[in-house]
Structures are given as C-alpha cells and as structure tokens.
C-alpha cells in the first residue's frame, strides 16, 4: 500500500459581476467584480501563508476561474507552473434560467421554486434548445467536444456525472505519481460540491446543504490508496466563513 501522502486544494473562484448581480451565471463567461480580484490576492496570500505550494493545478475554462487561479499563482510567485484547463470543471450549466436575477425569479416563480432548481439534487434547471445560439456546441472552446456530451442545462446530479471522468483521471494520476503530490483545483461552486461529493462519499441528501463562498481555500489531506482524508479545514476566519456561506444559501430567497 502507498504511504504516500496527498494534498488538495479546491479553491472557487472570486466574486463574478454576476455573483454581485445576483444571477444564475452556469456557463455564461463572465469576469470577476472589483471585490472578486480582491477576493482572489486574499486567497492566494493565505496559500503563502499556508505554505502550500502546488505541483498539480487545474481550473475550468471560464475566465472567472482562470482568472482567480492566475492571480493566486502570481502571489505565490508560480506564474510559471502548467495549468490544466478542463471544460468538465465548468460550473454547473442553468439552462434556461442563465443570466435571471435569482430574487426576481423567486418572486416570479417562488421562492419554493427557485430552491428546488438551485437546490435539489436531481432537479434541472429549464432546458435550451439544441439549436439555441446559447448551446455550448457553438462556442469555440468546446469543439472537438461530442455535442452529446454538452449540457442544454443541469442538475447537481448532472454535473457529478459530468465531473466523474475527471475526477477519475485525476486520483489515477496521482495514486501512480513518484511521491506526494500537491494539487490545486480552481473551478465553481457545483463542481467543486462534486469533487467533494466523490471524495468524501458524501450523501445525495448531504451535499445540496454545502455550500461553498467565493474564494475560501478548502484544504485536505488524504492518505493511501484509498486517499482517506485525514485533514479536512478552511484556510481563513471562521465566523467570516460561516457568513459568507450563509449568504450564498440565501440568494435564491425573496
């Protein structure tokens, strides 16, 4: 058995315009706010602070996420390190309901409504078309991608599945690297939910109660070929992290 020992780093990405907006953002490519750049040198000085010091990374293909990642490798003094850029990281897709203000929808929905679309495990969003100028089949970065593969709009369950093969990849990866290794993840809400999902075993009924703040390092430490955690913690003050989470839980409300 390996005794090599693993660390992780799931890190979503800073504060969108739309986060500040209050929308439903999915795979619309929308840049960080002014308080997302901040959000994001503060993630990357607490890593110093940590001294975690990466040698696998990887982000989604949506600026909000690369850009977070390029700011937290610039503070870290690692511009120079590969970057692996997967579309399976991309936050979970809304379909219909992209780029909708979450409270307007609620109080044209309800508010029940809106937390089911957002919130239930196995519940999408309003689909688009297949011929929708919005399907991600038309959008450059995704050719070479089977359009069957490309989401109209998902659910948590969805994306899981869509970040199992990942995943999948990623720990065979790292369970036949020479030594340890440290791996930086920079991506979204929901497909970080489902990395921790598949990491930690975590219920079906568990995870739609998780919810993750902009910029708030998730650190673990997993051991052996199982890669158990043996450490789980966030890097940063508790009671801000408490709140910050409670705001993201309350913004599908009236």
């Known amino acids: 058995m390996s005794l090599a020992t693993h ?25 960080l706010s002014d308080r997302g750049r901040e959000e994001a040198l503060n993630a990357g000085k607490l890593l110093c602070e940590h001294k975690f010091k990466p040698n696998l990374v990887y982000t989604s293909v949506l600026k909000r996420a690369i850009h977070t990642l390029n700011s937290v ?12 850029k997967n579309w399976r990281l991309n936050e979970r897709h809304y379909g219909a309901l992209t780029g909708l203000n979450k409270k307007e929808t609620a ?9 089911i679309w957002r919130r239930s495990y196995s519940t999408p969003p ?15 970065r995704y050719q070479g991608i089977d359009a069957k593969l490309l989401p109209r709009g998902e659910s948590l369950k969805d994306t899981v599945e869509r970040v199992k093969p990942f995943f999948a990849e990623w720990k065979n ?11 930086l993840i920079v991506a979204h809400g929901n497909s970080l939910r489902a990395m921790m999902m598949l990491l930690e075993n975590i219920s079906e009924k568990d995870i739609v109660e998780i919810n993750l703040a902009t910029a708030v390092p998730l650190y ?35």
Do not use: C
């Open 126 to 140: 309003p689909l688009i078309d297949f011929e929708d100028p919005r399907h991600p089949r038309f959008d450059l």
């Open 7 to 31: 660390e992780l780093l799931l890190l979503r990405h800073g504060e969108s315009q739309w986060n500040k907006e209050n929308r439903f953002t999915g795979w619309q490519d929308v840049g």
């Open 173 to 183: 990866k790292i369970l036949n690297s020479d030594g340890n290794t440290s791996t």
């Open 220 to 254: 673990y430490r997993l051991e052996g070929v199982d890669l158990k955690v043996g450490e789980k913690k966030f890097f940063g003050d508790a009671a801000e992290i408490q709140a910050a989470m409670d705001k993201v839980k309350n913004q599908g409300k009236k």
């Open 107 to 115: 109080e044209k929905h309800s508010e029940e409504q809106v937390q």
């Open 73 to 84: 490798l610039a503070q870290m003094d690692m511009d120079w390190i590969a970057v692996e």
